[in-house]
């Protein structure tokens, strides 16, 4: 008996000199860290980068030039189920942790040990992945985590919950230079965000984490795989039914290339356009003007060119195909 308590007591010690010690470590790379880190009011603010969009008199996508695909959403114009989907994938505990959750922390580090490596899955929040998509690099290294989290916790300081899922679901990428949830949806489904079904939800909540590998346009039967992933997360985290759940991972992968018959260039191009639109040289007579969002809207008179209209699909399909 005396020998129980003698390992026990020297268990207790050990236990409470590693929580000192660590305690001392955070610390003192807070000490570190701290005058470094860049302030997050500018999340406040964001101006995120969005294409020049081309609409026909009727309002219909004809092309779309930029760089990148984004479409820009206000967070009470996600859906909850689409909001519940990216929970169940990324972040179950996210309207509950202080920005770091330290489950998470645990099992990261205990892959690390295991492992001997630092390229371990798991670990981030969606505040830590805003937090690394607004600041920081994809270097890989302790420095730059402990950056993350010490970010993490400011942001979760400055913004509300649902402004830092708000940056998310606009930040974040999708694959096939879509940013944004948005953008993606238009992208593989042609829709927007409230005409989306439980398994679409649940395929562009699985993207995040391999957004070029196992998207339902590059590799169907991944996607499919990562789509019922979610989908199980979801029931597990009681957002569905189980029976809602199956039914949907039964269902046929369906996603589009811009079902919309949009043409994507690079930014030079997009500049040039904007060029010849505000000056009038388009012989289809288009006029380009700002929105809130940034965006330049082009207004084209096609009925009364036939020919051209024709050409500008044929280019927008020809690209689609590539």
Known sequence: MRIFLRLLRYALILTVTGIVLACIAVGIAYWLIAPRLPS???LRDVRLQVPLRVYSADNKLVATFGETR????KIDKVPQELKNAFLAAEDANFYTHPGVDWQGVVRAVGLMISKRTLHVPGGSTITQQVARGFFLSSEVSLTRK???IFLSFRIEHELSKDEILELYLNKIFFGNRAYGVAAAAEFYYGKTLDQLTLGEDAMLASLPKFPSSSNPLNN?????ERRNYVLQRMADEHYISADEARDAQQRPLVADREVG???VAHLDDAVAEVQRLELG??????EAIHDEHC??????ELADDGHTASREQRRAEDHAGT
């Open 70 to 73: 984004r479409i820009p959403v």
């Open 261 to 263: 018959r949009a043409v």
């Open 146 to 148: 402990m950056t993350e």
């Open 40 to 42: 997050v009011d500018v």
């Open 295 to 300: 965006e330049r809207r082009a207004q084209l």
């Open 281 to 286: 040289e388009r012989s289809t007579g288009a």
């Open 220 to 224: 169907r039967a991944r996607a499919t």
